[in-house]
Structure formats: C-alpha cells, structure tokens
C-alpha cells in the first residue's frame, strides 16, 4: 500500500501552521487532530456529534465539533470542512471528497500530489 504524506500550510482566522497531510483516498471526509488546529483555526460545535468508523472492528469515535480551513497545495489555494476529531493518527487527513472537489490527483509512483489550479480559480463579477 502507497502512502502520501506531505507538509501543507494550513490557515485560519487565529494564524497559520505546516502540518503533515495524509492524502486519504480511503477516508470519505477531511479530518483534522484537536491539538493541531489550536492556532490555526476555531472549532465549531455540530448540532448533531457524528460517530466515525475506524479500521479496527467495532471501534468508533464520537466527533463533536468542526471547521473550515484554507491550505496549500502546490502554491494552489484551497478549502473545505474538516471534523475534529479527537484521537486522530495524524496531525491532518484530506479525504475523498476534498480530493474530488479539488480534482486532486495521487501519483504514488513518484509520491506527488497534482491539483488543477483551473478549479480553484475565482471568478468576480
């Protein structure tokens, strides 16, 4: 199994931070440790905490909070929603549907990460 693990610039209303990213095409949903998003960005409460599966058989974790993060990658500006959760492996896990509403693409073979700047561009009118 290929892993990617890249340092992304991660900013928030409260500052900025490099934290090591696991691209996880496996994980549905961006998530983010508690310990990582002090300084960068605040958590919001869920209405409603949400219970996520792990890998380990009948192991789950309660989530209880949120929140929205701008991040680099490639000099490409991006965002979206990341659950807090707590316990988390990683300082910070980009999931499948980030990668899909980026058009992220993994290249294992050379360990990189491509994103269509195309995608990301805004438009003013």
Wanted: negative net charge; charged residues 25%; contains cysteine.
């Amino acid at each position: 199994m290929s892993v990617i693990k890249l340092p992304l610039l991660y900013q928030g209303s409260q500052g900025e931070k490099r934290l090591y990213t696991l691209f996880d095409s496996g994980a549905n949903l961006s998530c983010i440790s508690p310990e990582f998003l002090a300084g960068i960005e605040i958590a919001i409460p869920l209405v409603v905490p949400r219970w996520i599966a792990t890998a380990s058989e009948d192991c789950r974790i309660e989530v209880r909070e949120v929140t929205r993060l701008e991040f680099y990658i490639n000099d490409v500006l991006v965002s979206d929603e990341f659950l807090v959760v707590p316990g988390l492996s990683e300082e910070a896990i980009i999931g499948a549907a980030t990668m899909q509403k980026w058009r992220v693409k993994l290249d294992f073979e050379h360990d990189t990460v491509h994103v269509d700047s195309k995608v990301a561009k805004m438009q003013l009118i």
